[in-house]
C-alpha cells in the first residue's frame, strides 16, 4: 500500500506553513511599530504609567579644592654604601639587617694588628730621628761656636746647619706617618655615618676586604626625614611658581599605589632648574617627617599637591552631571517633581563634586540617580531616602582625602585648571563624549 500524500495534500501542507510565517512576521512588525510610539517613561517596568522613582540632591555652597595629581617616588636624603677605607680582614660585624641604627653606632671591625705594629714601628723610628735631631742640633751650637772664632771654615758650618733642617723634615715625616696610622686603626672600627636601616650585609666576617671596594659592607638608608620626587606636566608651572613666589606653603599629600591608603602628609620644598624637553615634565621634591616609617625607599606612591582652594562656590555632584548635544546639563526639578534639561557651566572638580560657575543656584534640586530614563518633561517620584540629600560639596574632606558621595569616590581631587567653556580642566574627569549622544526624547 503506497503511504506517501497526494499532490494536493502537499500543496495544502505548504499554503498553510506560509500563512503562518505571514502572521507571525505581521505581529512582530505590529508589536515593534507600537513600541516605538509609546512614550518613554511608560516602558519598560514603568509601563503602568507611574512616575520614574529618582534620586535627587538639592545644590549648596562649599569648598573646592584645586589639586595637582602626579606620580612620584621615595627618596630617601642620605644613602650611604659603607665601604672600607682599608685593606684587612673583617672580623665581625655589630649590626642586624634591617636594624634602625643612629650615627656613630657600631658596624663593623678590620683586624687592627697589622696597622698597631705599624704604629709602633712608627713611634720607634721617630724616637730615633729626634735622637739625631738633637745630636745635630748640639753639634750645630758647637760649630756656630768655633765659627765665630773663625776656627772653623764658614762650608762647616753651613753645612750643619743644613744637616740640622734635615732631621727636623725627618722627624716632621716620623710625626705625620704615626697620625696615618692612628687613622687607620680609627678606620678598622667601622660605624654609621648617619642615622637610618641597615640593609642586607654585602659580605660576611672572615673575608679579606680591600679599600675602596666597589660592593661595600652593607648600605645604609635616611629614613626620617625623607623626601618624595615627582613629575609635573609643564603647563602647571605657572601657578605652582605664583605660589612659591607668593611665600605660600604648598601641602603635599602622598597615597600608596592603589591611591587608597594615605602615607603621609608633607609640604613641597624644591623645584628642578629645568624642563625634561623628552616628558614635557618638570620634577619637584616635597618633604615629609615620615616619623612612622610609612613611606619606604624607591617606593612609588600618589602624590597630590593642593594649590588653591575657592571658598564658597556652587558645587553639583559629579553623578548629576551629564553631557550631550544640549553639552553639560542636569535634570533639573520643578516644585511638581517634572524635569527639565538644564545647561550649566563647570570649573574644577573636586573628588564627587565639580564647581559650576553658572546655570544653578543654592536650593535648587537635580537629578543624581535614575537620570539614564529620563526625558524632558518627565513626572517624577522621590524615594524618602533621597528627599533630604544635600549638595553642599566636599566641606568636610582634608586635602587629598577621598570622598565616597555618589559615584565619583575614587575619582582624582580636583584640578590645577580651570577653563571657561564649562568643561573640567586639566586632571578632571568625565569629560564630554560625542558618543553619548543627545539626552533621551531631545
Request: proline share 6%.
Amino acid at each position: 500500500m503506497d503511504s506517501k500524500p497526494s499532490p494536493r495534500a502537499r500543496a495544502l501542507r505548504v499554503t498553510l506553513i506560509t500563512l503562518v510565517g505571514v502572521a507571525i512576521i505581521a505581529a512582530i512588525a505590529y508589536r515593534s511599530i507600537t513600541f516605538v510610539n509609546q512614550p518613554q517613561q511608560r516602558r519598560g517596568r514603568f509601563q503602568d504609567g507611574g512616575n520614574q522613582p529618582v534620586g535627587v540632591a538639592r545644590i549648596g555652597r562649599g569648598d573646592i579644592r584645586l589639586t595637582l595629581r602626579a606620580l612620584g617616588g621615595v627618596t630617601p636624603l642620605a644613602t650611604v654604601t659603607v665601604i672600607p677605607q682599608i685593606s684587612g680582614q673583617l672580623m665581625s660585624v655589630g649590626f642586624k639587617e634591617g636594624q634602625l641604627v643612629h650615627k656613630g653606632d657600631f658596624l663593623a671591625e678590620i683586624d687592627p694588628r697589622p696597622y698597631q705594629i705599624a704604629l709602633e714601628e712608627d713611634v720607634a723610628q721617630l724616637a730615633r730621628d729626634e735622637a739625631t735631631l738633637r745630636q745635630a742640633r748640639m753639634d750645630l751650637d758647637r760649630y756656630k761656636t768655633l765659627f765665630d772664632q773663625q776656627s772653623i771654615a764658614r762650608q762647616t758650618y753651613e753645612d750643619q746647619v743644613w744637616i740640622v733642617k734635615s732631621d727636623e723634615g725627618t722627624v716632621d715625616f716620623d710625626k705625620a706617618q704615626i697620625k696615618s696610622q692612628q687613622l687607620n686603626l680609627v678606620y678598622c672600627h667601622i660605624t654609621a655615618p648617619t642615622d637610618g636601616r641597615v640593609g642586607l650585609r654585602l659580605i660576611d666576617p672572615g673575608n679579606y676586604v680591600t679599600a675602596g671596594s666597589s660592593s661595600g659592607i652593607v648600605v645604609l638608608t635616611r629614613l626620617s626625614p625623607t623626601t618624595v620626587e615627582y613629575a609635573v606636566p609643564e603647563d602647571a608651572l605657572p601657578q605652582i611658581m605664583a605660589r612659591v613666589q607668593g611665600g605660600n606653603k604648598i601641602p603635599v599629600t602622598v597615597f600608596d599605589r592603589a591611591n587608597v591608603i594615605q602615607l603621609g602628609s608633607g609640604e613641597f620644598s624644591a623645584i628642578d632648574s629645568q624642563v625634561n624637553t623628552t616628558t614635557g615634565t618638570v620634577m619637584l621634591r616635597a618633604n615629609f617627617e615620615n616619623s612612622d616609617g610609612k613611606l619606604f625607599p624607591s617606593q612609588f606612591v600618589n602624590v597630590v599637591m593642593l594649590l588653591d582652594t575657592l571658598q564658597h562656590v556652587v558645587t553639583v555632584p559629579v553623578s548629576a552631571v551629564q553631557r550631550g548635544a544640549p553639552g553639560t546639563y542636569v535634570y533639573l526639578l520643578d516644585e511638581s517633581n517634572t524635569v527639565a534639561v538644564h545647561p550649566i557651566k563647570l570649573g574644577a572638580q573636586d573628588g564627587d563634586f565639580y564647581e559650576v560657575t553658572d546655570g544653578l543656584e543654592p536650593g535648587e534640586r537635580v537629578v543624581t540617580d535614575g537620570a539614564d530614563r529620563l526625558r524632558d518633561g518627565a513626572k517624577v517620584t522621590i524615594p524618602i531616602s533621597s528627599a533630604q540629600t544635600d549638595a553642599g560639596g566636599p566641606r568636610d574632606h582634608p586635602p587629598g582625602s577621598h570622598s565616597h558621595h555618589g559615584q565619583g569616590g575614587d575619582r582624582p581631587h580636583g584640578s590645577w585648571h580651570r577653563r571657561n567653556d564649562g568643561q573640567p580642566g586639566e586632571g578632571g574627569q568625565q569629560r564630554s563624549d560625542a558618543s553619548q549622544g543627545p539626552p533621551p526624547g531631545r
